[in-house]
């Protein structure tokens, strides 16, 4: 396993290797990230793994300060699974440089988390189109969980026509339901029961809201989930996730995508 903190060394050293699977993460590693990180070592070539948590992607300074961080425990899992290369930027080795391609924000960036969290995916496609440039990945590997997230770095490489596969990989979870999340570390147990009641409740609801399509309203929804202690619900929305639309036909595929906070922690899934 080669470690490396600057583009330059890094560059030099991966001149020469045609397939690289690059796993981009923000580090405070889950059995969500060794997913991806399997699943990429599968693959011919050599696995990237960058950690590097991105501060334009906070729309909050408080945010990024609390976000989870275990470089020493995240070093000792990527050393067990035995990847090839990892890229440990700091912010000025990834923002110093003049990037080739211009952003692309495609406007479903104002959908869902783009309400709430300003900048948030400018800041995202900033780092991936820089990553993208450094390191020139033939696949980069990321989860459904972040949907959205994937969705518009999806529009980006093909606007920008980068040479670069998106290996979308599933969402693994914990037992009791709820996905896996670096987040999850900020939790105390009560606000993890009451994360997994809400998976179930909607698991359950999923069902229901099938049969009701069409004049479905999230209003007892909301209340019910409330009352399952949430602090807050960020956004409760149906998308059929190939469209991008709204779902009106009960034999259409939908997913119920959804922010919501417990105290101060903020939590994304889709189901
Ligand atoms: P992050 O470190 O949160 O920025 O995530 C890095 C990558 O891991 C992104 O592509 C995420 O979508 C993916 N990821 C995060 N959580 C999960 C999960 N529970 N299952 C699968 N992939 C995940």
């Known amino acids: 396993m080669k470690i490396f903190k600057s583009k330059h060394k890094l560059q030099k050293e991966i001149l020469n290797i045609k397939n690289i699977s690059f796993v981009p993460t923000m580090g405070g590693l889950h059995k969500g990230h060794i997913s991806l990180i399997k699943k990429s070592k599968s693959f011919k070539g050599k696995t990237l793994v960058s950690i590097f948590v991105n501060p334009k992607q906070f729309n909050e300074k408080k945010d990024f300060i609390n976000y989870p961080r275990n470089l020493k425990k995240d070093l000792m899992i990527l050393k067990r699974l035995n990847v090839d290369l990892i890229y440990l930027p700091n912010s000025k080795d990834v923002f110093s440089f003049q990037v080739k391609n211009k952003i692309f924000l495609d406007k479903f960036s104002k959908k869902l988390c783009g309400k709430s969290r300003r900048g948030h995916f400018k800041g995202v496609l900033n780092i991936v189109n820089r990553f993208l440039e450094i390191i020139k990945p033939k696949y ?132």
């Open 140 to 271: 980069i590997f990321l989860g459904i969980k972040d949907f959205q997230q994937s969705y518009l770095i999806n529009i980006h490489i093909l606007k920008r026509k980068i040479n670069t596969k998106i290996i979308h990989c599933k969402t693994i979870r914990e037992k009791n339901g709820i996905a896996c999340s670096t987040r999850n570390n900020n939790l105390n147990r009560n606000q993890f029961k009451i994360a997994s009641n809400v998976i179930k409740y909607l698991r359950n609801k999923k069902r229901l809201i099938k049969k009701e399509l069409s004049n479905f309203k999230f209003l007892n929804i909301k209340k019910d989930l409330m009352n399952l202690g949430l602090t807050k619900i960020d956004y409760i929305e149906l998308y059929n996730s190939k469209t991008l639309k709204r779902p009106k036909n009960k034999k259409e595929k939908f997913k119920i995508f959804i922010a919501f906070y417990l105290n101060k922690i903020r939590l994304i899934d889709n189901i």
